[in-house]
């Protein structure tokens, strides 16, 4: 009798173990985009990464010195699609502001993103690399009042195909201060 009982036991505890073993997966399948992370860092040319919320000083309105080239580099495992968007300026109407992001831009304005292309609204980049565009930067020219500083805000975040942000923002903050 302990054997008939022990044996239905021990037959529910291979069919259970079989059962699990045999519906875990050993091979990826397909991921879920809902639940992947999306990273990137933003890395002068030097490659060293910027932080969020950084705000980088100039004290020129010429090109050589008052340039600011930059790299997104892709630190996730999948194609990310990115856009810069101009989140606030003061001290300037955004005219002299010269924005290269996969294309140039002569003249920033307020909530624009970038790049504007609606066919072509995102610059894609590929896991472990930057963008294949070279020359990305900002560049300001605009002197402003003598007064007042000249500053802008822009953030690089992470879209959808369409060019609507999904995904994780970073921040960079560029201001001209006169000597």
Same mark, same amino acid.
């Given at each position: 009798?302990?054997?008939?009982?022990?044996?239905?036991?021990?037959?529910?505890?291979?069919?259970?173990?079989?059962?699990?073993?045999?519906?875990?997966?050993?091979?990826?399948?397909?991921?879920?985009?809902?639940?992947?992370?999306?990273?990137?860092?933003?890395?002068?040319?030097?490659?060293?990464?910027?932080?969020?919320?950084?705000? %980088?000083? &100039?004290?020129?309105?010429? *090109?050589?010195?008052?340039?600011?080239?930059? #790299?997104?580099? /892709?630190? +996730? =495992?999948?194609?990310?699609?990115?856009?810069?968007?101009?989140?606030?300026?003061?001290?300037?109407?955004?005219?002299?502001?010269? %924005?290269? &992001?996969?294309?140039?831009? *002569?003249?920033?304005?307020?909530?624009?993103? #970038?790049?504007? /292309?609606? +066919? =072509?609204?995102?610059?894609?980049?590929?896991?472990?690399?930057?963008?294949?565009?070279?020359?990305?930067?900002?560049?300001?020219?605009?002197?402003?009042?003598?007064?007042?500083?000249?500053?802008?805000?822009?953030?690089? #975040?992470?879209?959808?195909? +369409?060019?609507?942000?999904?995904?994780?923002?970073?921040?960079?903050?560029?201001?001209?201060?006169?000597?």
């Amino acid at each position: 009798m302990y054997m008939k009982i022990t044996s239905p036991l021990i037959i529910s505890a291979l069919i259970a173990n079989f059962v699990i073993f045999s519906c875990s997966k050993d091979e990826s399948g397909p991921v879920d985009p809902s639940t992947q992370v999306l990273t990137y860092d933003v890395e002068d040319l030097e490659g060293n990464i910027f932080v969020n919320n950084q705000t %980088l000083e &100039f004290s020129a309105v010429d *090109y050589e010195n008052a340039v600011l080239g930059f #790299y997104v580099r /892709n630190t +996730s =495992s999948e194609t990310i699609a990115m856009r810069i968007e101009v989140e606030s300026m003061s001290g300037t109407d955004g005219s002299l502001m010269e %924005l290269c &992001f996969g294309e140039c831009y *002569y003249g920033v304005t307020t909530g624009s993103s #970038y790049p504007s /292309n609606p +066919s =072509s609204p995102n610059v894609n980049i590929e896991p472990g690399q930057t963008q294949v565009s070279s020359g990305d930067h900002f560049f300001n020219s605009d002197g402003g009042d003598g007064i007042n500083p000249v500053e802008y805000t822009f953030k690089f #975040y992470l879209a959808d195909e +369409s060019g609507n942000q999904n995904g994780t923002v970073f921040r960079i903050k560029y201001r001209y201060i006169r000597n």
